[in-house]
């Protein structure tokens, strides 16, 4: 089975890039300066971001949905950067560092299934997730903090 792991598209926070840190906190977000690695995974690109360079940190609806599961929380994106990360059967380097919750959900945005994976188990819990026909996706989390991570989906 194939799977497809994505970022987060980067033309949906454009309008926070370059803003002052006043015009920034009234949006509900923070600059900060990376200044540790690994420690600011970005969600655009699905790595870790550099020392030096600047994350926001922010909070995101990963999951709008008239369900219960309708979810937010904060997230780090790399300041600047666009283009979503695509990752065909193989993770992402956010992903290979942390302990996991993996969340399948059904076409409903119903949780079906969860998971948790240590390093090293992803991939095995992700085609376990999708092995069950009523997984439509799974969204994947960081176990410790609670914030979300990515999106998987069948390739």
């Known amino acids: 089975m194939s799977f497809i792991i994505t970022g987060l598209s980067g033309h949906q926070f454009s309008h ?8 920034l906190i009234a949006q509900g977000a923070l600059r900060v300066s990376v200044d540790q690695y690994p420690g600011f995974p970005d969600r655009i690109t699905l790595r870790d971001i550099p020392v030096g360079e600047n994350a926001l940190l922010l909070n ?3 999951l709008d949905t008239q369900s219960p599961y309708k979810g937010a929380h904060a997230i780090f994106i790399w300041e600047g950067r666009f283009d979503a ?3 065909s059967n193989i993770l992402p380097e956010v992903m290979e560092r942390r302990i996991l ?3 399948g959900f059904d076409s409903q945005d119903m949780l079906i299934d969860a998971r ?3 390093r090293g188990e992803a ?3 992700i085609l376990s997730l999708l092995s069950n026909d009523k997984v439509e996706f799974i969204l994947a989390h960081n ?13």
């Open 85 to 87: 990360g695509r990752y």
């Open 16 to 23: 926070l890039y370059g803003l002052n840190s006043d015009d």
């Open 101 to 103: 919750s993996l969340r």
């Open 116 to 118: 948790l994976a240590q």
């Open 60 to 62: 995101h609806q990963y």
């Open 123 to 125: 991939t095995a819990q």
């Open 143 to 155: 176990a410790k903090q609670g914030c979300f991570s990515c999106r998987i989906e069948r390739d």
